[in-house]
């Protein structure tokens, strides 16, 4: 069973920056392609950010590009999210997800596409 554990939400001003973690339990976790979602109060579930198990290969929905950036470490079983230049419309909770993936170059963007999820860690963006 993977186990997805976020952390690093907060409360930040406006412009101000975040950085996310998400810790996996798991082994081989080289053969998970990872990615952040969020769900704001009143807002459908949005896909962030993905990437693939390599680091490669990203994905970035449109609100997020050229301020955000996920990476992950192998060797640490951690993948993350840099946030800058928060926005309050960004208030929300964000989760990471993963999944097997052997190609090494995939990303995925449909939330369906993962098996696992975090519990979430709770980002509020005050104006």
């Known amino acids: 069973q993977v186990q997805l554990t976020e952390s690093g939400g907060g409360l930040v001003q406006a412009g101000g920056s975040l950085r996310l973690a998400c810790g996996a339990s798991?082994?081989?976790?080289?053969?998970?392609?990872l990615g952040w979602s969020r769900q704001g109060p009143g807002k459908e579930r949005e896909f962030v950010a993905a990437?693939?198990?390599?680091?490669?290969?990203?994905y970035y929905v449109d609100s997020v590009k050229g301020r955000s950036t996920i990476s992950r470490d192998n060797a640490k079983n951690t993948v993350y999210l840099q946030m800058n230049s928060l926005k309050p419309e960004e208030t929300a909770v964000y989760y990471c997800?993963?999944?097997?993936?052997?190609?090494?170059?995939?990303?995925?963007?449909?939330?369906?596409?993962?098996?696992?999820w975090g519990q979430g860690t709770q980002v509020t963006v005050s104006s």
């Open positions: 997800a993963a999944r097997t993936d052997y190609s090494g170059t995939y990303y995925y963007t449909d939330a369906r596409q993962y098996a696992y």
């Open positions: 798991v082994r081989d976790f080289n053969t998970y392609a």
């Open positions: 990437i693939s198990w390599s680091g490669a290969n990203t």
